[in-house]
């Protein structure tokens, strides 16, 4: 099975940075993502690690490391609108995902 | 980027009625379809991989004979919730990917209410 942790909730200001952990154990391992969600709304993609290190992609970063089971998303330069739910979620070898509970992102002005 | 749409965006219905959900790939060929189910503030729980052409393999706990699921086509599968009760309404999201693609593509889901 699959077991995969992330810090409930997290709150910053605007323009500041955070960053999100995530550890997991699982019986397969075929790459790890991110995604944000917005209340009511389908999951959308951030970032896609298989090897270990760090995958940039604009404000947000992602880094892996496989032999410690961690991972964690960094947002830069926050914005208001970066305020969402940020899950977690590993792949296995049939290509199914299994997801963290999520980070729920809160940005004060 | 692809595009993944469900029909219907919400639904409500009565107790002991049925609802088909529908999840389609606009642009590209899904041969693998996966259907998942959130509660309000939790995360997204997988409920059945689907392959077309092929009998859906559900997770542990998933109930596939209340859960119907068909991929008929590459672009093309369904979910009927049967005899529907309130437990059951959740946020029901499908996601599809295209064999050797790494993404899997969310749809906007649909929120099924059962009164």
């Known amino acids: 099975g699959q077991n995969i942790d992330q810090p409930t909730e997290m709150t910053a200001t605007e323009g500041a940075i955070v960053q999100i952990n995530c550890t997991y154990q699982t019986s397969g391992f075929n790459g790890l993502f991110w995604y944000q969600q917005h209340a009511g709304e389908a999951p959308t993609f951030l970032s896609y690690?298989?090897?270990?290190g760090l995958e940039e992609k604009g404000r947000f970063s992602s880094f892996l490391s496989r032999s410690k089971g961690y991972s964690y998303l960094l947002l830069k330069e926050l914005q208001m609108k970066d305020s969402a739910s940020y899950l977690c979620a590993v792949r296995d070898g049939d290509y199914k995902l299994s997801f963290g509970a999520g980070t729920t992102v809160t940005v004060r002005a | 980027g692809a595009v993944v749409s469900q029909h219907p965006s919400w639904v409500i219905c009565k107790s002991g009625t049925s609802v088909k959900i529908e999840c389609r790939s606009l642009d590209f060929q899904a041969t693998t379809m996966f259907w998942y189910r959130q509660f309000p503030k939790q995360s997204l729980m997988l409920m059945a991989t689907s392959n077309e052409g092929s009998k859906a393999t559900y997770e542990q706990g998933v109930e596939k004979d209340k859960f119907l699921i068909n991929h008929a086509s590459l672009t093309l599968s369904t979910l009927t919730v049967t005899s529907a009760h309130p437990e059951d309404s959740s946020f029901y999201i499908c996601?599809?990917?295209?064999?050797?693609?790494?993404?899997?593509?969310f749809g906007p889901g649909t929120r099924l209410t059962v009164t």
């Open positions: 996601s599809a990917r295209d064999t050797g693609e790494v993404e899997q593509y």
């Open positions: 690690n298989v090897l270990d």
